[in-house]
């Protein structure tokens, strides 16, 4: 038997991939106490033996990926492989060109010795940026930002490597990924 989705064949392997588009006040955990977690957004039996590959904050949205499969979550998440991610930045204040220049040749964030890797930065708006990154250092955004004198009011993860998050999906919701998907991934 062959199962589609718009025409794309979909994953009938033993392994299990889903993408999610995780709203604000979800934690990008398995399990939490005190907050939701995105396995508390699928059905129990869905989210059976998934795990996270690239957490995103409580308060970031965007695209998560959900799998069973160790090795292709590693070939996203390990630092080795600098997988590229992209997210929507909104700002507290405009970008200057300095801020750009900096960030897309490396900024030194507080507490870690060796600066970051260079960036690419497109303005979308006065304060709206996409910001891709090749690594995927703790809280980097924000502390890349908070480094050249700003702040982040938003941030959204529109895409990790080739997969993109799916404009139909609403915050909350999920689909299992394609073939062609889970093969775009490493």
Not at 92 to 108: K, P, Y
Not at 141 to 166: P, Y
Request: proline share 5%; charged share 20%; aromatic share 2%.
């Amino acid at each position: 038997a062959r199962v589609t989705l718009d025409g794309q064949a979909l994953s009938l392997t033993g392994e299990r991939y889903l993408m999610l588009h995780k709203p604000t006040g979800v934690v990008s955990a398995t399990t939490d106490s005190d907050h939701p977690t995105v396995l508390d957004l699928l059905p129990a039996a869905t989210g059976q033996g998934l795990h996270i590959a690239g957490r995103l904050d409580i308060d970031t949205t965007g695209l998560v990926l959900l799998t069973t499969d160790g090795q292709w979550s590693h070939r996203i998440t390990s630092p080795r492989v600098h997988c590229p991610k992209t997210y929507r930045v909104t700002l507290s204040d405009a970008l200057s060109d300095e801020a750009v220049r900096q960030i897309e040749q490396g900024v030194t964030l507080k507490n870690d010795a060796s600066p970051t890797r260079p960036a690419s930065i497109r303005r979308l708006g006065d304060r709206d940026i996409e910001l891709t990154l090749s690594e995927g250092r703790y809280h980097q955004v924000k502390r890349m930002m908070a480094a050249v004198g700003n702040h982040v009011t938003a941030l959204h993860r529109q895409s990790i490597g080739a997969l993109t998050l799916d404009p139909a999906l609403g915050p909350g919701e999920f689909r299992e990924l394609t073939e062609t998907e889970i093969s775009s991934v490493g």
